[in-house]
């Protein structure tokens, strides 16, 4: 299971960091962006509703 934590940049923006089940960094992305991109997605809650 990968989960995120949220950090802030130098620069002072959110970030999100994904991390492998070991707690290694797998992917930073703003939170923004992974925020856009998570509102763009259909839950499967959201699927089966008509």
């Known amino acids: 299971m ?4 949220t950090h802030r ?3 002072g923006k959110k970030l999100y ?5 070991n707690g ?8 923004e962006r992974a925020h856009r991109a998570d509102l763009k997605r259909k839950s499967k809650a959201e699927k089966t509703r008509h």
């Not at 960091?17 to 089940?21: E, G, I, P, S, T």
């Open 2 to 5: 990968t989960f995120r934590t």
């Open 9 to 11: 940049s130098t620069a």
């Open 17 to 21: 960091a994904v991390r492998d089940k």
């Open 24 to 31: 290694r960094f797998k992917d930073i992305q703003t939170y």
